[in-house]
T-cell receptor, first 114, second 111 residues
Framework: EAQVTQNPRYLITVTGKKLTVTCSQNMNHEYMSWYRQDPGLGLRQIYYSMNVEVTDKGDVPEGYKVSRKEKRNFPLILESPSPNQTSLYFC?????????????FGPGTRLLVL | LAKTTQPISMDSYEGQEVNITCSHNNIATNDYITWYQQFPSQGPRFIIQGYKTKVTNEVASLFIPADRKSSTLSLPRVSLSDTAVYYCLVGGDNQGGKLIFGQGTELSVKP
């Protein structure tokens, strides 16, 4: 089954404790991206990657890091989480960066930073 | 990047046709228009996509006027299960992968 998986689905952590949210897709997609979703603000892109070792900032990259060492994986790293990073995070993938390509979204990771 | 504007919310009743309009005045020549549906605590999922004129699939229709500065998602005979947030997305690969979702339209279908 074609899918995007994220782990963990739920996470509670404390300020400053480094964490990683994993994202993996099994569709051999070149393009992957991370979004955060907050009430009243819709979906905002954090980082995206157009292929292995190619990443770039989205609209809200501050406080986040990403890496793309393998085509299927695109982890999101919070080196020093803060309470304003409490949010619902989605990973997505598509065949290319063009919007004629359908974005496939993961199930989401709900993060609470205390 | 083409910015999109949609109504924040809409109400409807079961069995009615619902039309949600998205404005995208700065759409570029190679931009596609894509609509996604999102249920609470789930990732968005693709509904329909178009470039110009009209597109129809088993779920919805998408109407795009000649100037492409707006688009209308049409949901025929909605049911309670169509209650969701609907996002309009516009952007092209000349943007290098940067995509902007608007705030979305929260559709509430009542019995």
């Amino acid at each position: 089954e074609a899918q995007v998986t994220q782990n963990p689905r739920y996470l509670i952590t404390v300020t400053g404790k480094k964490l990683t949210v994993t994202c993996s897709q099994n569709m051999n997609h070149e393009y992957m991206s991370w979004y955060r979703q907050d009430p009243g603000l819709g979906l905002r892109q954090i980082y995206y990657s157009m292929n292995v070792e190619v990443t770039d900032k989205g609209d809200v990259p501050e406080g986040y890091k990403v890496s793309r060492k393998e085509k299927r994986n695109f982890p999101l790293i919070l080196e020093s989480p803060s309470p304003n990073q409490t949010s619902l995070y989605f990973c997505a993938s598509s065949g290319s960066s063009g919007t004629e390509e359908t974005q496939y979204f993961g199930p989401g990771t709900r993060l609470l930073v205390l | 990047l083409a910015k999109t504007t949609q109504p924040i919310s809409m109400d409807s009743y079961e069995g009615q046709e619902v039309n949600i309009t998205c404005s995208h005045n700065n759409i570029a020549t190679n931009d596609y228009i894509t609509w996604y549906q999102q249920f609470p605590s789930q990732g968005p999922r693709f509904i329909i996509q178009g470039y110009k004129t009209k597109v129809t699939n088993e779920v919805a229709s998408l109407f795009i006027p000649a100037d492409r500065k707006s688009s209308t998602l049409s949901l025929p005979r909605v049911s309670l299960s169509d209650t969701a947030v609907y996002y309009c997305l516009v952007g092209g690969d000349n943007q290098g992968g940067k995509l902007i979702f608007g705030q979305g339209t929260e559709l509430s279908v009542k019995p």
